[in-house]
């Protein structure tokens, strides 16, 4: 799908002596999740799971391979997508399986985060968290 907008949208002219690109950017606000984990929590994967349909991911899978963190030199992992200014999501960090989801610092059931995204700086929004435990540890 990618390509076939980039096609559209780059035009070579008759001579191939030059070209125009459009430059694509997603619609949205650029939104980064990052989040610190615990020191005891496994190299496995970390992954967000929420309402995110409204993005173009899915909603509440623990495991998606497309909402999976990165993990980033400081030890946190982070990932950035890009939704529609305004929208509130509900999510959890969870490490591939509901029985992996993180977890209070006492080991209870936390409710859902929420953001509600709006544009800062250059359209991008930083969301920074700490998961205090893990429910498998």
């Not at 390509?3 to 030059?18: D, G, M, Q, V």
């Not at 030890?75 to 509130?88: D, F, N, Q």
């Not at 930083?126 to 429910?135: I, M, P, R, S």
């Amino acid at each position: 799908m990618f390509e076939t907008i980039y096609n559209l949208l780059s035009f070579i002219n008759r001579n191939l002596n030059s070209y125009i690109v459009s430059d694509i950017k997603p619609a949205g606000v650029e939104v980064t999740f990052k989040v610190k984990v615990p020191q005891n929590t496994p190299d496995d994967n970390i992954h967000i799971a929420g309402t995110f349909a409204i993005a173009g991911y899915s909603d509440w899978n623990p495991g998606d391979n497309n909402l999976k963190l990165t993990k980033n030199p400081d030890g946190t992992y982070s990932i950035t997508m890009y939704i529609p200014e305004g929208t509130t999501i509900e999510y959890k960090y969870v490490r591939g399986e509901w029985s992996k989801v993180e977890k209070g610092p006492n080991g209870e059931e936390l409710s859902n985060r929420r953001v509600t995204i709006t544009k800062g700086a250059n359209n991008k929004m930083l969301v920074e968290d700490e998961v205090a435990k893990w429910a498998d540890r």
